[in-house]
């Protein structure tokens, strides 16, 4: 999702720090997409309960590393940059960091 500021730099794309990442991310992402398939197959076909559960927790370890990534990379870009900055924009960025945390957490 793209922030106010993101807008204000004008015809320039939004640089984020996952940016240099960006194709890992995704070969990671498509890879787990393929295994949520994966999943529906095996729902479709009927297979063993414990097996299904043990791939569902393989996806979820998948996505968690996913997340952790995206965020050690929005740290140490968007948060210590706003931090050089100070201000309001600072604040913003470590509240929001914060919350993504408490949200990773409770997952």
């Given at each position: 999702?793209?922030?106010?500021?993101?807008?204000?730099?004008?015809?320039?794309?939004?640089?984020?720090?996952?940016?240099?990442?960006?194709e890992?991310?995704?070969?990671?992402?498509?890879?787990?997409?393929?295994?949520?398939?994966?999943?529906?197959?095996?729902?479709d076909?009927?297979?063993?309960?414990?097996?299904?559960?043990?791939?569902?927790?393989?996806?979820?370890?998948?996505?968690?590393?996913?997340?952790?990534g995206?965020l050690e990379?929005?740290l140490?870009?968007?948060?210590?940059?706003a931090?050089?900055?100070?201000?309001?924009?600072?604040?913003?960025?470590?509240?929001?960091?914060s919350a993504?945390?408490?949200?990773?957490?409770?997952s």
């Amino acid at each position: 999702m793209d922030h106010p500021e993101d807008a204000a730099a004008g015809a320039e794309a939004p640089h984020h720090g996952y940016s240099h990442a960006k194709e890992a991310h995704l070969k990671r992402l498509r890879r787990i997409e393929g295994q949520v398939r994966g999943l529906q197959r095996m729902v479709d076909e009927d297979q063993y309960c414990i097996d299904i559960l043990t791939q569902v927790s393989a996806a979820t370890k998948a996505l968690q590393q996913v997340a952790l990534g995206l965020l050690e990379e929005h740290l140490s870009h968007c948060v210590v940059d706003a931090a050089r900055r100070g201000g309001p924009d600072a604040d913003e960025k470590v509240r929001e960091a914060s919350a993504a945390i408490a949200r990773l957490v409770k997952s």
